[in-house]
């Protein structure tokens, strides 16, 4: 074991990942697995609480968000990648952290209320989606992480799995797990290609990290701009303009940005050459993505061992913060 400071993070197979997954999180993944001791989970069993009755989604998923990870740079020798529902320990002190949290809590964390909200779950909500914050702390203390490079969704499951380690940590003679902080990239939140506030699996308006030449053309000739912007020479607004929302968080030349927004507020620059601009930096990002994942996927034994191997490791590392919490309550470890 080193020193290294502990990240872990993880995304739910509920279908490939997108282009909000990338500069939420995954950009950021490849260049700080270089420098931190990283862990990446595939949360099936959370992906389960608002599938349970569709297993077959998950466990198809699976590879797909493998294939996406090793696409976008993730480096196996260098991040240990592994899956939620193959490490027991992470189940267990999900059962000891219920425990100390109420339902009352629970209630109250704002995403899983916006989230229960938006599916419509009404008196059909799963316990285990109620309880999802708790199993999500389970998965960071679990390896100790103390940095979790995640989109702004995930604030307030920070704040919980804090005080889930301030609380569980109090009832044992020494402390035993660490606190966490949240790493927010620049786009924190990328909305969807709809205008919608966040880009999202479950909401269907993503432009995924394999979407094809077309399907890039086509999300981008059908973004929203300004609509009182009807002629060139019109001057345009910035605010809650996609096209520039996603000039801000794609293109790499920040100058040449600021060069347009101003062209556009003051009129004479065009949607359509926003649009091209924006389209040429999306398919010069996508396509290598896409082209190295079409290979990968086609080797979902190797993905699956990959993924195997990573959860031997990371059996060990959690089953031994599990010992150590059933050591401080007195629990009894054979
Ligand atoms: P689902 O709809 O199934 O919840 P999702 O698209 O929200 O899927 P998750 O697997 O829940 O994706 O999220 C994985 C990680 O990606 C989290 O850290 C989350 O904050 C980040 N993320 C997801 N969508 C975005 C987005 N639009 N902008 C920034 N970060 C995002
Ligand atoms: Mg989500």
Redesign the pocket.
Known sequence: MNNKTIIL???????P?????Y????RQRAILQHDYQQFILV?DLQ?LT?NGSTPQKIRDNIPEVLADYLAAGIDPSLTTICLQSALPALAELTTLYMNIVTVARVERNPTVKN?IAQKGFARSLPVGFLVYPISQAADITAFKAEV???????LPMIEQTNEIVHKMNSLLPAPVLSHCKALL?E??????IDGNA??????GN?LLLSASEEAIHHAVSTMYTDPNHLKVSDPGKIDGNMVFTYLDAFHPDKAKVAEMKAHYQRGGLGDRACKNELEMCLQELIAPMRERRATYIQDKGMLMAMLKKGSEQAHEITQQTLREVKQGLGLPVF
């Open positions: 993070t993880g995304d739910r197979p509920t279908g990942l997108h282009l909000g997954h500069v939420g999180s995954l949360a992906g608002d989230e979790v490079p995640v989109g702004d969704d995930q990239s786009t924190s939140r990328l909305p969807g966040k880009m999202s699996k479950s909401l993503t």
